[in-house]
């Protein structure tokens, strides 16, 4: 039994909602449901695992319709859906009374329950939200006795406001797989027994790395699994880029490393740019010109001036630059009072610049 693990859809989303490329990474999010009905059909899949979160928030009944025509487009596939904690099932919601395709089924209940799929000689076991937060592991105790039929969890949990839980437990709680949802980095456990699928799109900065989905295989008669490939269908990706600089670095060099950093990990990604290191006190990096160029979400500049810190006590034995050097410069001086030391010898110095351009 071939079968495609998804989850943390968040349809209905909008990453970076205040940046120039909004409307694409909506549509990015959208189009990603699309993308996994494509890979269950070129995978030739027999079963499509939806862990929690398909929707971003309670779905109108205009988001229901259009998830659910792409779903009726593979009538061969049987399809099992959860409610996470992101689309969690109120009494007043669409969901309840929505009329799916066939091949679709939403398991609402917010106890432990199952679908049986006898053509595919599967049970798929699972719960959905019913509140934003479950803080109890209720699969703490959980142990399915042995069947005929292949056995899975499908899930949404992992951290300590939203079912907390042991993958361990899960690994020997009698499934042939554990599906789970709400952890959006994509990881497999317990000799992929346990595996979070992840966000098929980067949702925020945080979340680096390939995104995607599992495709697996379980064998009918043992009923364990064969295979499990992970494969990358996002757009494009987060991508954290630290750009460290010296006391001999100019600004035009900082600017064209950055550059040619972003041309070789590609143009179309989102990037977090983080400066660091030891810079020349007369040189101010311009790095907000390069936003206009490329998709630069956040920059963050963690450089700080290189003094000479006895010539300027030198220079300035009696005054008040003096003196803040004579209390902080020593050499068991912790990292806060070193910041404390670079941030206030450049206030300091600044302040007798513009006095003394003044007069």
Known sequence: MKFVHTGDIHYGMCPDSDKPWAREREQAVKASLASIVATVKTEQAELLLIAGDLFHRQPTLRELKEVNYLFSVIPAVQIVIIAGNHDYIRESSALLSFTWAENVHYITTAELDSIALPKLHTEVYGFSYHQKEITEDLLASLHIPENESIRILLCHGGDARHLPLNPSTLAAAGFSYCALGHIHKPQALCSDRVVWCGSPEPLDLTETGAHGCYVGEIDDSTRQLSSLRFIPLSKLQYISLKIQVTPESTNEELLMNVEEEIRRRGAHNIYRLKIQGMRDPDILFEADRLKDRYRIAELIDESEPRYDFPRLFAEHPSD????????????????????????????????????????
């Open 320 to 359: 008040m630059i003096g003196f803040f050097i004579q209390e902080l410069d020593r050499p068991d001086m912790s990292e806060l009072d070193r910041k404390a030391l670079y941030y206030g010898v450049n206030a300091l110095l600044r302040t007798t610049d513009e006095r003394s351009s003044g007069t």
